[in-house]
């Protein structure tokens, strides 16, 4: 049932930061964890960062710990994702996701939004 869309792609130099968010229609976004994954092309989607459902656990893959935040605002049914530090190899289509239990597994997640890029010039 979940529609999400992805904003706040953009372009930035290296060093620099962006704030994407993830609207999510309906009701029921709080029942959901949620995730962010990305792609680069000529590269398989991969992990990016996970929250629960209350927002009271994260995961971070490794290549972004320490520089990209996850957060949920689930009264705005909206999910965001701050990312500092960003670095050219950071460059991808970036999708939120929803799942209907706790995964930091692509494969566990069931809807999907449309993307939105983001591009880091060196």
């Known amino acids: 049932q979940a529609q999400l869309v992805e904003s706040g792609g953009g372009l930035v130099q290296a060093g620099g930061s962006l704030r994407l968010a993830c609207a999510a229609s309906?009701?029921?976004?709080?029942?959901?964890?949620m995730g962010w994954f990305r792609q680069a092309p000529g590269k398989e989607r991969a992990f990016v960062t996970a929250i629960s459902r209350s927002g009271g656990v994260r995961s971070y893959a490794d290549s972004v710990k320490g520089r990209f935040t996850i957060s949920r605002d689930n009264p705005k049914n909206t999910m965001y994702l701050q990312m500092n530090s960003l670095k050219p190899e950071d460059t991808a289509v970036y999708y939120c996701?929803?799942?209907?239990?706790?995964?930091?597994?692509?494969?566990?997640?069931?809807?999907w939004g449309q993307g939105t890029q983001v591009t880091v010039s060196s």
């Open positions: 996701a929803a799942s209907q239990k706790w995964s930091t597994n692509l494969h566990d997640y069931d809807y």
């Open positions: 309906g009701p029921t976004f709080s029942s959901y964890a």
